[in-house]
């Protein structure tokens, strides 16, 4: 294993904040892995630190194969998560908004910028992210609808689904998107929580990595094997969103199958105890998204159903 | 002739504990046929607080002088008024940029739903002028911004507002996400304006603005009382209609920038911008000058920056 920084950004009132990469293998630039780029983004770096141990594991055991090589880098934002910040505070700004970034501009877009140097040289692409909202997904890879994508390929993690999604907007300057367009494979893990640790999911998402790797020929790999994939798109997932605002109380979790009319969720009035919605599901299918804030919205998605009675 | 004055909700969200997110618009309409009408929007970023002003400004001039109001003047002060009310530039539950999420959809989420219903009500305006002030920390002239694709037919009406710059905005996905982005492609003529904040005595700035947009109302034949004159060579008015014509000025070391006040001045190259300076060591880390001759539109204000920061914009492509 080698262990470089890859970019350091000076500062003032603190100490600079270096972005570490480690590296595994010789030859090709084969996969490159990113953990956190927002300061809450614990799930992912922790998932990213047991991809190291694992691979230093098998370096000793020569199971890297020859003329390949892998990087990882657990955090490009270690100087907001050790004061809490999901976005990068000095300009309130969220790094996953801003590549490909530029050497030569704002500090986010430096440091998206350098990422994107190193990253752009990788023939696959891992990130480990988050949504922006608080909730769980079932683990599943996701990849944007550029044109160059190849969910086919994704299948290889063996996570249960491999969703195709269509890019707004505000999408266009993310990670995801960029790697794409600049050629390489790129696939976003969603692995269960964001700002603390869930174990099951971190064990489920770094077996699916370890499985890509192998199958991808960078390693000699011992993971056990995984679903067979389903590729799905929009198209194919429901949202349920509450009609009324309230305490959220839910009934059914993330990966759970539900059926037509079943009950998933209830809002309840927060000062008096009072039912003012349930909220059932109008299609039997499997829930693929759950938002788990303890407060909700009127309008806000509470639900993603994935349901192939859709479309 | 009166004016009706009428106040209403065009947006609410209900929220968990008894409150509602709502977007409330003030409609002054003369009684009988109208000339037009003009959207004042502003607050869309939590963290800009002159176009209160602006509207405050704006609502008293109609006030005085009702009986020269022939069009509509719609005014949306709070646009994000959970922002306004906690300082936040971006929505605060989700930490989105509501700049960012035009048009919205009817079903999509509650920002996108209140985005959705902003634009459905603003459709059929003969002009949206979206008022924002620069980001705490920077000091902007009064400008006119417009979105690239529709620059063109544009242009001519952000003169009328007699601002000390035009820019037409780079062609950028996120800028097709902005509010006046999303009008203009739905057909409305659309445009920010862009204010510094001058906190400590902002009425002289606001004054301006005011006059200026009366100044526009007066062209567009909705209002015939006191109003700024018309430029008189608005054609002369400095615009930027490409990147490369604005040079960023941002700094290499950090620390703490110390301007050097430059806001609106024509400078050359060389000339002193500020520095950043080191408090802990007593020592100037970086001294910050012009690269180019031109007009300093935009300038860091004294405060706290890292490698990247921008400190100063400048205008190279016009003439003194």
Known sequence: MKKDVLFTLPSYFREDMNIYAYRFGKGERTCAVLGALRGNEVQQLYVCARLIAYLREVEKEDGILPGRSVMIIPTAVGASMNVGTRLWAPENMDINRRFPGDAQGSTTERIAGALMEKLRLYRYGIQLTSFYQPGSFVPHVRVMDTGRQNPELGCEFGLPYVYVRTPRTADKSTLNYAWQLAGTQAYSLYAGRTDEIDEAAAEQTLRAIIRFLGSRGVIRADATPGHISTIITNDDVLSVSATTAGLLRRVKFAGAHVRRGEQLAFIMNPLDGSVRETLKTPVTGMLFFVQDGPFITEQSPVFQIFSSQRG | ?320
Not at chain 2, 151 to 173: F, H, K, N, Y
Not at chain 2, 279 to 291: C, M
């Open chain 2, 1 to 320: 002739m009166s004016v009706v004055k009428e106040i209403t909700s065009i947006a609410s969200i209900r929220m968990a504990i008894d409150e509602n997110w709502t977007v409330r618009r003030c409609r002054y309409a003369p009684e009988g046929a109208s000339a037009g009408r003009v959207c004042l929007a502003t607050g869309i970023h939590g963290d800009e607080l002159m176009g209160q002003l602006i509207a405050y400004g704006v609502a008293r001039c109609i006030a005085a002088q009702p009986e020269c109001l022939h069009g509509i003047v719609d005014i949306y002060p709070m646009l994000n008024p959970l922002g306004l009310d906690v300082g936040d530039r971006m929505t605060p539950m989700d930490h989105l940029d509501m700049n960012r999420a035009f048009p919205g959809t009817k079903d999509g989420t509650a920002l996108e739903a209140i985005c959705h219903a902003i634009i459905e009500d603003m459709r059929g305006a003969d002009l949206v002028l979206d008022i924002h002030s620069g980001t705490v920390g920077k000091s902007e002239l009064y400008e006119v911004r417009l979105s690239s694709p529709h620059a063109d037919w544009l242009l001519d009406q952000a003169r009328a507002l007699s601002p000390d710059l035009i820019w037409v905005l780079p062609e950028r996905s996120a800028n097709h996400a902005m509010l006046t982005a999303a009008l203009c492609d739905a057909g409305v003529p659309a445009m920010i304006l862009e204010i510094d904040e001058h906190r400590r005595r902002p009425q002289a700035s606001a004054d301006r603005v005011v006059g200026s947009i009366f100044c526009k109302l007066t062209q567009m034949g909705l209002w015939t009382g006191d109003a700024a004159p018309q430029p008189l060579h608005g054609e002369r008015i400095p615009c930027i209609r490409t990147p490369e014509e604005v040079c960023r000025v941002t700094c290499e070391h950090p620390g703490i920038y110390e301007p050097e006040d430059c806001s609106g001045r024509w400078v050359k190259a060389g000339d002193r911008l500020g520095a950043i300076f080191d408090a802990l060591a007593g020592e100037v880390r970086e001294e910050i000058t012009a690269p180019v001759d031109g007009l300093v539109f935009s300038q860091r204000s004294y405060s706290p920056v890292y490698p990247g920061t921008l400190i100063a914009r400048i205008f190279q492509g016009g003439t003194k």
